[in-house]
């Protein structure tokens, strides 16, 4: 099992790695759209001028990566690909230029959010592993098994699952699992339509963790968090997740500052790592824990646990 962590530049990056990634994902800047890149995010956001690198930094920060024994997934996952007919063409061809520079930078696979995207990749003959992004949505073996019939090398799950679930899911032979780590929206991802963080200039926040008020025939109930079903940690959980054969535990944080990613990379990392020891699971915890424990207190204070029975997770349909 290994930490894939976030990265908006190569400063990023050597912060992330000397954390301990064993895995980075970053976008690349490319010119095709004015706000938003491939790499579903926008170009900028409220807390960084740019999060998607150049040419030049992007061959710099996968050198590091190698240096580091790290692979570097590059990200190709913009869902929306729904275009007129003559626009299509050249988008398309946009897309296909991207994928190479990644590969002539030395990326190691590319994240796909579309089966369409996949099937011009393979169109073109570029023979590049791909994994499926967590926009497609996948929550069951059965797509997972799909996924492998088409030839994707690992398969990022959803954030609404039960550690029983992904034991079922780990079953499958011959593609590998990954999961989120941290935080993560409300919705199934390949579904939810509260876009942001598409290079907006002001900071909206996160739209299902806004507060609203509902207006009914008899009610008005104000500012109340009605959307707000986050999970913010996995950190109990990944003992059992390392057993089942989870693969990589993913960390969200593009938008977030890179100080709080860092730490949370770092305490995934020293969890794993004391795994890896062959300490039990509670004991591997605890000592990771430790790393951060005022950071990790105020979310443990929440009770809102990633993969185990809760109140969010009951409430699942």
Known sequence: ?????????????????????????????????????????????????????????????????????????????????????????????????????????????????????????????????????????????????????????????????????????????????EVFANFGGTFLNGRCSLYHNMGEELDFGFPCKSKYDVITEDILEKDYPYYDSNLYCSLCSVGKLYEMGVTTLKITGREIPSKVTEDIVRTYSKCIQYLEDNMDYMTARNLAFDECKDFWNKWCSKKRCKYIKNRVTSSYV
């Open 1 to 177: 099992m290994k930490v894939k962590a976030p990265v908006i530049s190569f400063d990023s990056a050597k912060k992330m790695l000397e954390a301990g990634a064993g895995e980075i994902y970053l976008g690349a800047s490319n010119g095709a759209f004015k706000n938003i890149a491939y790499s579903a995010r926008g170009n900028s956001n409220v807390h960084n001028s740019r999060i998607t690198i150049d040419e030049t930094e992007l061959k710099k920060t996968v050198d590091l990566a190698h240096r580091h024994n790290a692979s570097v997934s590059f990200l190709t996952n913009l869902p929306q690909f729904s275009l007129p007919s003559e626009e299509r063409s050249r988008i398309e061809q946009n897309f296909i230029e991207y994928i190479q520079t990644g590969i002539q930078c030395g990326i190691d696979n590319v994240v796909v959010a579309d089966i369409g995207q996949y099937l011009l990749i393979r169109e073109h003959n570029i023979d590049i592993p791909c994994f499926a992004s967590v926009y497609l949505a996948t929550i069951n073996a059965e797509q997972v098994k799909f996924f492998k019939e088409l030839g994707f090398r690992r398969v990022t799950l959803e954030y609404q699952m039960l550690t029983q679930e992904i034991r079922e899911i780990c079953q499958v032979e011959g593609i590998d699992i």
